[in-house]
């Protein structure tokens, strides 16, 4: 009866060992697996449709190193609300870090608006300097379905057409307009620095929207070097895109 109760006993504590060991071992992997989850880098790229409408001025002053003309009336002009539009990919650096870069119709502007005090005359003009442009940012983004992110970089610029629309009234109420799309003191490049931040909503068949906000401004003139004035846009706008993951 000892025999067969210590026998008992020894195989009872045997596959309790046992069963202990193949449990830890099998805690051990389940946690493993989860800690390489969390750490694996994320490979999925992110491609986007864009558009952006923002509120465009530029800070303007006299050549000093040329011709030092006074601005007069231009010092007058105010902000224009103008759109661009954006083709881009944003793709993984490491598990928070991202490189966003796209191609971008980009446009700067500013307006300018006279009324007389004496008789009906008026005139008003809209300038539009259009770019071929390559924001580049680096971005810190987190969270799953719903992506936060913040970033910032540079956007090279190539100009590529300057349109300026003026409307007048003169004294007896005739009405005019003329379109003027050549301007021969445009500088053929230009570099800004942009920030950025916003949210992007994944969906389950892997399209998704994405909201921003963002600020750029221009750290070269505008004009060559010999114009009147040195010219710098800047911009603070809204972006709102579809993005589609592979």
């Known amino acids: 009866m000892n025999k067969i109760t210590i026998s008992g006993l020894f195989t009872f504590l045997l596959l309790n060992c046992f069963s202990q060991i193949v449990t830890k071992q ?5 946690d493993k697996s989860e800690l390489k989850q969390k750490t694996v880098k994320d490979t999925v790229s992110i491609f986007y449709v864009e558009a952006n409408f923002a509120s465009s001025s530029r800070k303007l002053e006299p050549n000093v190193d040329f011709l030092n003309k006074p601005l007069g009336e231009r010092a007058n002009e105010s902000k224009l609300g103008i759109w661009s539009y954006s083709l881009g990919m944003t793709t993984p650096l490491s598990n ?13 502007g500013e307006q300018y608006s006279w009324k007389s005090n004496t008789s009906d005359s008026t005139f008003n003009y809209q ?3 259009n770019y071929i442009a390559l924001p580049l940012q680096i971005k810190l ?12 970089g540079l956007i090279p610029q190539m100009n590529f057409s300057y349109k300026q629309m003026q409307q007048w009234t003169d ?17 053929s490049f230009a570099f800004s620095w942009v920030v950025s931040a916003g949210l992007e909503l994944q969906f389950e068949n892997n399209f998704g929207l994405r909201l921003s906000a963002s600020y750029r401004n221009q ?26 993951k592979f």
């Open 26 to 30: 099998e805690s051990n992997s389940k």
């Open 96 to 108: 928070h870090i991202y490189f966003d870069g796209a191609l971008s119709l980009l446009r700067n």
């Open 127 to 129: 300038s539009k300097y």
């Open 141 to 152: 983004q987190g969270g799953k379905k719903l992506k936060y992110f913040v970033g910032g």
């Open 171 to 187: 004294s007896l109420g005739a009405k005019g307009d003329e379109a003027i799309k050549v301007n021969n003191e445009i500088n």
């Open 219 to 244: 750290v070269s003139n505008t004009y060559i070097e010999f114009s009147d004035y040195i010219h710098k846009s800047n911009a603070i706008g809204v972006n709102i895109g579809i993005t589609r």
